[in-house]
């Protein structure tokens, strides 16, 4: 078995798909490195965090997606330096099989890594998500939905204290390492803080641009609305590659944006629960690398708009944008050219 095995548990929206396409991106040297990245893909790592909370129908997504956490333990049994599990759907599994996937590593010295960031942030990024995987239920409507399809997209993975209660009882609080989001500093701040905690030293390739470009106000209400009528786009191909890929990331995401906000009974409940967060850490004793501060909501928050004060002239204008972008596209795409009709973003977000 690896002597150490590190698990990157989440927080979604914390940084963990551009951590990802680093690791991913090198998995062969991070192996010279003496850690092993185990599977052949970020999509093995997302089954077996699906696995691990004992979700029924893994088969519909893949025929090999069914016993896939067993399969990365058994790679880690048979390695004997540093693995390396990640992905931020682990987030949710409940404190039972949180426990067993720990048990399941033994001999080997697990730490848990948590990435994390202030619960407004957290909330409407992670709502913003859901919005972009299919999501129809306003931001009001998130609750904590303690497990099953959807949880994912809740307080469930989205709340640093709750998930911590269930994933680190059974460890020492130097295995438990929280990494808040760098504000400011260094673009590649995040990838040199997990680096330090994984053990890896040479110099990675950094990706140019952010990865899961955000919405403005405006456009993620009309994809709230426009998944309403998209019918049988309900496989995880259908809402990845079409509803998040293409329609939200490349289409949308080039319309100029107004940052979502949130009303204030939201922002305090957010408020709330960051502080209860930052007061557990640092009751617990846990490894901070960062500013843990900055998981707190500050008393005074940017003036932004929420969803509900989005008008239907508003919806309107953004609709027609959004249908002269894709049937420029689809021109491009039939004459086998570029995309013409698009913004120097859109363009940007198709390479």
């Given amino acids: 078995m690896a002597n150490k095995v590190l698990l990157h548990i989440?927080?979604?929206?914390?940084?963990?798909?551009?951590?990802?396409?680093?690791?991913w991106g090198s998995q062969d040297e991070l192996r010279d490195e003496g850690i092993l990245l185990p599977g052949r893909g970020h999509r093995v790592h997302l089954w077996a965090a699906l696995d691990v909370q004992g979700r029924k129908g893994l088969a519909s997504r893949h025929r090999r997606a069914p016993g896939s956490w067993k399969r990365l333990v058994k790679q880690l049994g048979s390695w004997d330096g540093t693995g390396v599990v990640s992905h931020e759907f682990l987030s949710g599994a409940s404190a039972k099989y949180a426990s067993q996937a720990i048990a399941d590593l033994a001999p080997a010295e697990v730490h848990v890594v948590v990435t994390a960031r202030d619960a407004l942030g957290m909330l409407t990024a992670g709502w913003q998500e859901y919005v972009k995987n299919g999501g129809t239920e306003p931001v009001s409507a998130m609750g904590d939905r303690r497990s099953g399809p959807g949880s994912e997209f809740s307080w469930r993975t989205w709340d640093l204290r709750g998930v911590l209660r269930r994933w680190t009882p059974d460890l020492p609080p130097e295995r438990v390492h929280i990494l808040p989001l760098p504000v400011g500093g260094e673009p590649d701040?995040?990838?040199?803080?997990?680096?330090?905690?994984?053990?890896?030293?040479?110099?990675?390739?950094?990706?140019?641009?952010?990865?899961?470009?955000?919405?403005?106000?405006?456009?993620?209400?009309?994809?709230?609305?426009?998944?309403?009528?998209?019918?049988?786009?309900?496989?995880a191909l259908d809402r990845g590659r079409w509803i998040r890929g293409y329609l939200a990331?490349?289409?949308?995401?080039?319309?100029?944006?107004?940052?979502?906000?949130?009303?204030?009974?939201?922002?305090?409940?957010?408020?709330e629960r960051a502080d209860r967060a930052v007061e557990?850490?640092?009751?617990?004793?846990?490894?901070?690398?960062?500013?843990?501060?900055?998981?707190?909501?500050?008393?005074?928050?940017?003036?932004?708009?929420?969803?509900?004060?989005?008008?239907?002239?508003?919806?309107?204008?953004?609709?027609?944008?959004?249908?002269?972008?894709?049937?420029?596209?689809?021109?491009?795409?039939?004459?086998g050219g570029a995309p013409d009709g698009l913004t120097a973003a859109g363009r940007r977000h198709q390479s």
């Fill in 189 to 235: 701040q995040h990838w040199r803080n997990f680096a330090e905690i994984i053990g890896a030293t040479r110099d990675y390739p950094i990706p140019e641009r952010p990865a899961n470009p955000s919405l403005g106000v405006v456009q993620v209400e009309l994809l709230r609305r426009v998944n309403a009528h998209l019918g049988d786009f309900h496989s």
């Fill in 280 to 335: 557990f850490v640092r009751r617990r004793g846990f490894h901070v690398v960062g500013d843990l501060d900055s998981l707190k909501v500050p008393d005074a928050v940017p003036d932004r708009r929420a969803c509900d004060t989005v008008a239907d002239v508003e919806l309107i204008d953004a609709s027609g944008r959004l249908v002269a972008d894709m049937l420029a596209d689809v021109r491009a795409r039939v004459r």
């Fill in 10 to 23: 989440g927080l979604p929206k914390t940084g963990t798909t551009y951590l990802q396409s680093i690791l």
């Fill in 249 to 271: 990331e490349e289409m949308l995401s080039m319309q100029e944006r107004e940052p979502l906000g949130l009303d204030p009974a939201a922002v305090a409940e957010c408020r």
